[in-house]
């Protein structure tokens, strides 16, 4: 069974920084083929990407976080990060780790508020 297990929410302050975590179960060796991503989701608002990369560590950013946040991944490790600076009050949601190869995996979720 896989499962995809966030850690590194809180609260932070405007200007701040936070950096997620996550760490799948369940897929092995083949950890390194699947497309990773983060997404979030806001209250009131739709689930939406924040950053992807694929197996070949290729990232993509959606324009709201370009230049603020980065993904990186260890495929030795089986693990998935994403280093938030600069953080702002919209960036306030739970963030979702999210795997992919053929089939998806999505994990529980990890809350994110920015406030002062």
Not at 90 to 111: F, I, K
Request: charge should be neutral.
């Amino acid at each position: 069974q896989v499962q995809l297990v966030e850690s590194g929410g809180g609260l932070v302050q405007p200007g701040g920084s936070l950096r997620l975590s996550c760490a799948p179960s369940g897929l092995g060796s083949v950890f390194g083929i699947y497309i990773m991503a983060w997404y979030r989701e806001a209250p009131g608002k739709q689930r939406e990407l924040v950053a992807s990369i694929t197996s070949g560590r290729n990232a993509n950013y959606a324009d709201s976080v370009k230049d603020r946040f980065t993904i990186s991944r260890d495929n030795a490790k089986n693990t998935l990060d994403l280093q938030m600076d600069s953080l702002k009050p919209e960036d306030t949601a739970v963030y979702y780790c999210y795997a992919r190869h053929g089939v998806s995996y999505w994990g529980q979720g990890t809350q994110v508020t920015v406030s002062s």
